[in-house]
Structure formats: C-alpha cells, structure tokens
C-alpha cells in the first residue's frame, strides 16, 4: 500500500496526512488504507507525509473531473498491452465464472474503480476469449458514490454455494463508500451490490461495516470457509490507541444478519499497520491468506501469509505469518494480490504481484514494474520470478502505477492475464494483457 499517516495518532502526537486513508485518486485510498513507515525516523515521516497529502489532493482534483463511461470494447494501446476501460481507472478486480449455469460459466469478468461527471462507480467488463479483448456489460453505481463522496478499494467475487436468497453463481461487488466526506462527520461504510445476471444489472444487498469518524473500514475481500459460511475480510483504522490498523472479518449464512468482528491479525506497535487481505480456497481444502504489514521490521509494507485449514481459524492474531520474498530477498512493496493457478506437486501454484519490486535491501530491482513471484507449493516453496505481461515503467510509491493489480489464469493456466493501473498522458487507466506463466 501508499504511505498513509496514522488516522488517530495518540494525542502525544500530531495527525498528519490527507483525509482518510487518502485524498489521493478517486476513490483509490493511499495505502488502503494503506501503510505507514517509520524508516527515517518520525520527523522524516511527517515531513514526507505532509508532502504526500498535498500531492493526492492535487492529483484527486485532475482525477474527478475525467468523465469515464464508456460501453465500446478494449482499445488497443501498443502491442503489449490494452487499454481496458476508456477514462479514469485504478484498483483493477479479474475473475473467471464457474460457478453457475452453463450459459454463465467461463467468462471473464474485470472491474475497475472509476469516475464521471455523476460521482465513483465501478463499470464491469466482461471477455469470452481468455482476457484477449474485453467489452462493457454493465455497472455498479451505488448513489453513496455521488460526486464528492468517494469510493475505494472494491473487490469482485463469485459465490461458490448459494448464501441466504442468492444462489451459488451470484456475483458480489463491495467497497467502501463516503470516505471523501468531512473527517469528524463521515461514515465510511463497506457497502455490498449482487448480481445474479453475470454483471449486467446490480442490487443493493447491505452495509453490514460502517465506521464513524476518521478512522475508516477498508479492502473488503470474501470467502466462504469448511463450514459454508461466508467470510468476509477487510481492514479496521477503529483500534483507538492499542492498533493503529488492524485486519478483522465478519461472517454471514445470508448477506442479512452478520457475526461481531473478529479480529483476524493485530501486530504490536501502535503504528503497525497490517492491510489488503485476501483469502483464497485451496483445492486440498486448506485457505490461503495473503496480506501486507507496513511499518513493521525494517521492510516497509511487505506481502505475509498465513495458511488456514478451513478458512476460520488463522492462528494467533499477532503472530505476523510468514514474509514472501525470493531466495535472494527480493520482494514486493506496497499493495500485493495473489491468484491460483493449476500445477505444481499438490495442482495449485500461486502467483503474487505487488506495486515495487524491490531487492533485499529495498532498493527497487531492475526488475520493477515487470516482474511477478510465483511459488509451486503453497505453503512451503521457494518463490521465483515470472515476467508480467503488463509493463509499467519503475513504479514508485503513488496511488496510481502499478497499484494493487489484478492476476488470472487464462489458457488452462499456461498464461497469465494481468491488469493494473498506469499513468497515461490523460491521467490514471487501467491496462490489461498476457503472457506465459511461468
């Protein structure tokens, strides 16, 4: 994730940074609420953090006012990479259909956070190719996502087993809303849309988290565990003066009534910031659990995992899991997502991506903006390097380049489908393409 300053920073010490965890692109939170570091000491943080915020703010001013809906297909941009949705893009979401009927299954499904003249929305792409060409189905236009509001960090997920009213099939669409309101008045809220018509129309089905005042809720992701119920991970600014940010989950059997939050990793000292969850099924039946601790040790914003045997229990909340880097030490920095692929010896590889790639002293490599990490046996392997298809041109530390992208199998898992956000000369899009996956 970005550098984000603590959102309550105990009252010995002054609050510093942009309006919730960003006032940076439309809807797209610096650091996601992202991460924080100490590296430098607390004065160099702030200054850089006072930077920062001026920078996102005048950047989340050029950004609004690009008008983005577009329903024409993907258009070409050079011969590495496509442009996926013609306006404003950034926080990429891909997935495969596999779930429902027979005229619903196998289509590949991207979206992306956006915005127009009317507020943030998410439009909905859909490829029948394997990620060769995309077109626009459809739209999640919450109106909490009017102009001005705000939107971040959405998420795409298709249910695996039917869940209350919505059958198996049924696509979910969340993300937090209102965080662009006044800090001491807002009430960012995770608020969740269904469709059960493969994109094209959308229904509102709950806000089952909202937080109230400047600390905000975050990165909701979802997964449904051994027992059938689904989960549903985000993180939390709302640990007052024990946790400056923590991950935590609720769960539910029909996206009405929902559990009490339970906290999923709080990590020790306050400005430890743990963020981007993301939990997925393994076909043995374990569930990997992937995420980023900022200001923790002496990496800065890494990816973590922790492997759970039915998708509930994820061990002991401060123990931080285990560091994903290669032999060598290089890493990733900053906003990490994993997908599955087939292979490997126990049939499932995964591939991570972040923004930075870094080496081991957390310079960025000569491989940054280019690289994925892929690991044979979830778990236990050794990570190593495959190329992205998508380049982007030495990723720093910003809400736009390379932030939190979006990987898929395609090709039976020969090939990977790759979308991520960039710079462009009218402002932050979002690209996709493929390459070999290993």
């Known amino acids: 994730m970005h550098i984000h300053p603590p959102t309550n920073r105990p009252a010995s010490s002054p609050t510093t940074g942009p309006d919730g965890p960003s006032s940076t692109e439309p809807g797209t939170p610096s650091g996601g609420p992202g991460g924080t570091t100490s590296a430098g000491g607390p004065r160099a943080w702030r200054r850089a953090a006072r930077i920062r915020s001026h920078l996102h703010r005048a950047f989340a001013v050029a950004a609004a006012a690009l008008l983005c809906l577009t329903l024409t297909p993907a258009v070409a941009q050079g011969t590495d990479r496509q442009l996926l949705h013609d306006g404003y893009g950034s926080y990429p979401r891909l997935i495969r259909t596999q779930h429902g009927h027979a005229d619903h299954n196998g289509r590949i499904l991207a979206t992306v956070t956006s915005s127009d003249e009317a507020g943030y ?14 077109r626009q189905v459809g739209e999640v236009r919450d109106p909490e996502g009017r102009y001005g509001s705000g939107m971040c ?8 087993r039917t869940i209350g009213r919505y059958p198996k099939g049924t696509l979910l669409w969340a993300a937090s809303y209102r965080q662009k309101a006044p800090r001491d008045t807002r009430r960012i809220g995770i608020r969740i849309w ?48 024990e946790f400056d940010q923590f991950l935590t989950r609720r769960s539910t059997d029909d996206l009405v009534d929902w559990s009490r939050p339970t906290r999923t990793l709080t990590i020790s000292p306050w400005e430890v910031r743990p963020g981007m969850p993301i939990v997925r099924a393994l076909p043995d039946g374990r569930h990997y659990f992937s995420y980023e601790i900022c200001n923790f040790g002496e990496r800065f914003c890494d990816p973590y995992f922790k492997i759970s045997e039915d998708g509930e229990d994820f061990g002991l909340p401060t123990d931080p899991g285990t560091q994903v880097a290669t032999p060598q030490g290089r890493h990733f920095r900053h906003s990490p997502t994993i997908s599955l692929f087939p292979g490997g010896p126990n049939g499932t590889r995964v591939l991570l991506i972040g923004q930075i790639y870094a080496d081991a002293d957390g310079t960025p490599n000569a491989g940054n903006g280019k690289t994925i990490l892929a690991n044979d046996d979830p778990g236990s392997g050794e990570w190593y390097e495959v190329p992205a298809p998508v380049e982007v041109a030495d990723p720093v530390d910003d809400p736009c380049p390379n932030y939190s992208p ?26 996709f393409g493929t390459g070999p996956s290993r």
Do not use: I, K
Not at 121 to 129: F, G, I, K, L, R
């Open 121 to 134: 929305y998410a439009p909905v792409y859909e490829s029948t190719d394997e990620g060769r060409n995309f």
């Open 153 to 160: 960090c959405g998420t795409l997920y298709e249910l695996p």
């Open 194 to 241: 269904a469709s059960t018509d493969t994109g094209r129309s959308w229904d509102f089905a709950g806000e089952p988290v909202t937080s109230y005042g400047p600390p905000g809720v975050w990165e909701p992701e979802f997964d449904v565990d051994d027992s059938g119920t689904l989960q549903m991970h985000y993180a939390d600014e709302r640990g007052e003066r």
């Open 406 to 431: 979006s990987l898929l199998p395609v090709d039976g898992g020969d090939a990977v489908l790759q979308a991520t956000a960039d710079r462009a000369d009218d402002g932050c899009r979002v690209f």
